[in-house]
């Protein structure tokens, strides 16, 4: 990682080790930090992508259900600032809504379009908030939300991230946690961190790689939506034979966060969506499994 990125985190360094933290567990935490790209709406950072805008697909890309929050440029979010194995050129489009879902299923979807695809504008009434054709129930407080998603130019800052996280799935199955395996001060580091971030990273609304926080974090976002999304497929197996793959979906841990949206728009204040994806589909450049978790303690 970037020297300079690391040297962001010499206030969490420093703060840890003021709570007698011992040097050596501060400095295994730290290992564990990975670059990220935060995306704002001013600065002069280089332009990337937009939030809103027309909606642009193939001819033969079915209609979307959710809204479409954000297209980026690929080819402007290089590895070494992201941490992930984007596609190298081409766009992605992040379609979700902050509202809760059933059985654990999608609240949105990715879409990645190749350099060179021919597109079309598309209709924008999107089924998610205006309703499917025919409907006669009108949804007004969705609307007003859908009404407030920005429209705005995302230019790039790159950016360093640590863990919020200090709990893990338990090895003996179940509900039942654990502190993070390999950092028993976990805990510690974890408050350290939320004590000092707010210096450290980039204040953005979108957040490309890197470490999945919420209002409640104790266990990895991406690990418990990830297992959202095989609740859901399971689901999906049991109501509709045949509807769903059959084969288990990659086990949390070979999860990674895709994007973090911290949304704060009215009616949503202080709420999450996560867009997140097995690593190996995104070394693929493969987006269909692709799940969205929507995160809100109103």
């Known amino acids: 990682m970037n020297p300079d990125l690391i040297n962001r985190l010499t206030p969490f360094r420093e ?16 290992a564990t930090a990975r670059p990220s790209a935060t995306l704002v709406t001013g600065g002069d950072g280089p332009v990337v992508g937009r939030f809103g805008g027309p909606l642009l697909l193939p001819a033969d890309a079915p209609d979307p259900w959710y809204p479409l929050l954000a297209t980026l440029d690929c080819a402007a979010l290089p590895e070494e600032t992201t941490g992930l194995q984007l596609p190298p050129d081409g766009h992605l489009l992040f379609f979700g809504f902050p509202e809760m879902t059933y059985y654990g299923s999608t609240a949105g979807e990715v879409v990645h379009i190749p350099e060179g695809t021919p597109v079309e504008e598309r209709n924008t009434k999107y ?26 130019e995302l230019r790039l800052a790159p950016d360093v991230s640590l863990p919020h996280h200090f709990l893990a ?11 993070l395996p390999g950092h028993p001060r976990a805990w510690d580091l974890a408050e350290a961190w939320d004590e000092t971030y707010g210096g450290i990273v980039v204040d953005g609304p979108l957040h490309i ?6 209002e409640c974090t104790e266990t990895d976002p991406v690990t418990d939506a990830a297992a959202e999304a095989e609740r859901a497929r399971r689901h999906e197996a049991e109501a509709t034979p045949g509807s769903a793959d059959a084969t288990e ?11 973090q949206w911290d949304i704060g728009l009215n009616g949503r204040e202080g709420s999450t969506l996560h867009w997140v ?4 589909d995104l070394a693929e450049h ?13």
Do not use: K, M
Not at 169 to 179: A, F, I, N, Q, R
Not at 286 to 298: G, K, L, Q, T, Y
């Open 15 to 30: 703060e840890a080790l003021g709570r007698g933290i011992p040097l050596e567990d501060v400095e295994r935490w730290i």
């Open 127 to 152: 089924p998610c908030v205006y309703g499917e054709e025919g409907d006669t129930f009108f949804d007004g407080a969705t609307l007003a939300v859908y009404e407030q998603f920005p429209q705005q």
């Open 169 to 179: 799935p338990s090895p003996e199955g179940g509900d039942e946690t654990v502190t």
């Open 209 to 214: 790689g890197g470490y999945a926080s919420h």
């Open 249 to 259: 979906l990659p086990a949390p841990e070979e999860w990674t966060l895709l994007a």
């Open 277 to 280: 994806i097995p690593r190996q």
């Open 286 to 298: 493969r987006f269909d499994r692709a799940h969205v978790s929507f995160f809100w303690n109103p």
